[in-house]
């Protein structure tokens, strides 16, 4: 008696588990392109608003995906979410461990890093950008997006405060 | 020689890490970061509990992120395998998610009783505009190093568009530009 958007639910993760290259920062507009344009679960706001929950939890990024999971089917949609997304990777991770251990210094895994190290970039800054697409619908938004890029770059202020003041400055109508 | 060396080395304190300290280990790295825990991960690991020297760290992250799924997922497989089999990555990995699963499934539980108040909407339609300039800021600090090579800024590029701009899937982005990419980086190896 398994409720049939909890098995689509599923199905959706245990994809994107092996296409997560790069981890789950990178995937976001894939994520997107799933939740909001295929299955129709959210709306770009919804999906803006988990990110940013997402954020100001403690833990590691791939917790926007048990938010997601929870929009769409409750605790366990975020409980069965999570599964799905680390699932296939970690069994995969577990079985070439080992293989990458005795291979250190083989030629075609150095190239295999240079290769896939601007993929990942390209990946994030486009979750960077399809975020900010989302998120963003007026100037005083663009200007909290490009502050904190700024100040995250520049300086060692803590994200929690670019966070806690931009929340301040959205509750009193100023966004 | 050396990867023999260190792998005595590290065998050497294997015997002594048990899976409740895997798992309360990792339990500790899962609530001390937001969004990403990986810096608190490497602090742990090599510098406080010395399970693993900051070469060997370095080597388990770099399969971390070259293979599919959250990088730090695949790094408490990792280290919980070398430890402890299966049962040692199952209890990393638990310890690294349960807390930060509990505490946001919470969060989104209170968020669900509060989202139709404004002050709250608007509360998180401004945070998730920081948000961006988090995961902008991540991204640009990844690209310094591949800065100054162009095939590596091409191939960014190219990611770039087609994700971001044309919206294309993932899958078959990553089909066409990863043999490509892997294709330069070998012709021009060494």
Sequence with gaps: MIPPVLWELASQFLVLSFLSIGGANAVIPEIH???????????????????????????PNVL?????????????????????????????????????????????????????????????????????????????????????????????VHPLWLLAVAAVLGAFGLV | MIAAM???AASDSVARLSLSALFFGFLKVGLSGFGGVMPFARRMIVEQRRWLTEAEFLDVLSLSQFLPGPNIVNVSVIIGRRFQGVAGSIAATGGLMLMPLVIVLALATIYGQVAQIDAVRNALNAMSAAASGLILSTALKLARPIGSVAWQIGVCAAVFVAIALLRAPLLWVLIVICPVSFAIAWRIRG
């Design chain 2, 6 to 8: 260190s792998d005595s």
């Design chain 1, 64 to 156: 926007i995906v048990s938010l997601v999971g929870w929009k769409v089917a409750g605790i366990v949609g975020g409980v069965v979410a999570m599964l799905a997304m680390s699932g296939p990777s970690s069994i995969l991770t577990y079985g070439v461990a080992h293989a990458w251990e005795r291979f250190r210094d083989a030629p075609w895994r150095i190239a295999i890093q240079r290769a896939l190290a601007p993929v990942t970039v390209g990946l994030i800054l486009a979750s960077g950008y399809v975020l900010t697409r989302t998120a963003d619908h007026s100037w005083a938004a663009y200007i909290i997006t490009g502050v904190t890029l700024v100040l995250t770059l520049r300086t060692t």
């Design chain 1, 33 to 59: 392109l799933r939740v909001v344009d295929t299955e129709h679960w959210m709306t770009d706001a919804d999906f803006a608003q988990l990110f940013a929950l997402s954020q100001a939890a403690p833990g």
